[in-house]
């Protein structure tokens, strides 16, 4: 048997199947879409489109509903992850451990509150080999995006003019790395006065063209307008407090009403140091 629409080709038993397909479903005015026509049980018509009577027995609908819980599973975990990491970051304490090995009886403050505080189910994944988020890569991640949002509350509390005053210092940490302080004080919308730390930054130079090219970088990343800058406040060292190519003459250059004054802490610390 031939039929026009294999171009003169015999008829084979699968152009029977979809010629039949078609026959039916024009004869009853129904459309059925490609995972209802190869993996539906049971199909109903409803109006034009066919529906199922019963959508667990679509394999479609199962593999989604398996993604639906696994990303409900994920959410809870990384919930519970977050949780540790902002308890210990408002504490100030240690995340890592000197041993994180399993034979370790104290692998740090992070690893053992979750060993502490997880149920049946966080702990079985917390085993898995992946998926458990808890390597010194994924905590950093998470300790910057908590970072991150508090820089975000702490300037959106600024009131609307935004005018405020910035503050650094730098120190080297046990590692021997120069880390920077940064801070901001202005006054927030309820007309208060804030001192408020934006974050620490690694100085791979100390000199005055590289701090005041970093704070220039950071004031921006954080969209601060530098122009709205009204004072800095450093300490008396040569690098910060030189009228001529200290880090307070090159911000001056940029915000002339950027009016620099030395820190009365730092005053306040040469003069006990003189005294001893």
Known sequence: MLFPATNGRRFTSRHYKVYNWIEYSVSKDEIFCFPCRHFSANIIASGKTAVQKNHSLSIANQVNNIRQQNIIENREHLKFLLK???????????????????????????????????DDKIKLRLQARYGHYTSPEYQNDFISSIAQCTRQIILNSMNKFGVYTIMFDETKDLSKKEQMSFLIRFVDKELNICEKSIGCYHMENSNAESLASEIIKILSINKLNIMNCIGQCYDGASVMSGQYSGVQERIRFKVPHAIYVHCYAHRLNLCLVQTL
């Open 84 to 118: 540790a990491v902002l308890f210990l970051s408002k504490q100030g304490l240690a995340f890592r451990g000197h041993n994180e090995s399993d034979i370790s009886k104290n692998k740090g403050n992070f690893l053992e509150i979750l060993d502490m505080f997880a």
